[in-house]
């Protein structure tokens, strides 16, 4: 990884941080949207690495996301439509 990358890296935990602060002991409400783009993306990442960066969520929490999206995309809900969507991006 170069230089520029790791003070990008860098800069967004610290940026994590204020916000984590900022926010106190309130808790957060995520839209399913942005559960799934959390959990897709934690997912890549593994519990080890999670447990290093997360700050809004645990990664225990992360993975049941992951979980149960996986569960949706078999059982015919709106999974598919939305994985669409998502990687049009």
Not at 32 to 56: M, P, S
């Amino acid at each position: 990884m170069n230089q520029r990358q790791q003070d990008v890296i860098e800069y967004l935990r610290e940026e994590n941080c204020v916000l984590r602060e900022q926010l106190g002991d309130r808790r957060l409400r995520f839209a399913d949207v942005q559960r799934r783009r959390l959990a897709v993306r934690g997912k890549k990442l593994g519990r080890k690495l999670l447990t290093e960066i997360v700050t809004l969520v645990t990664p225990a929490t992360l993975l049941a996301w992951h979980r149960k999206l996986i569960g949706q995309k078999y059982d015919g809900s709106e999974w598919s439509r939305w994985e669409r969507e998502f990687n049009d991006r």
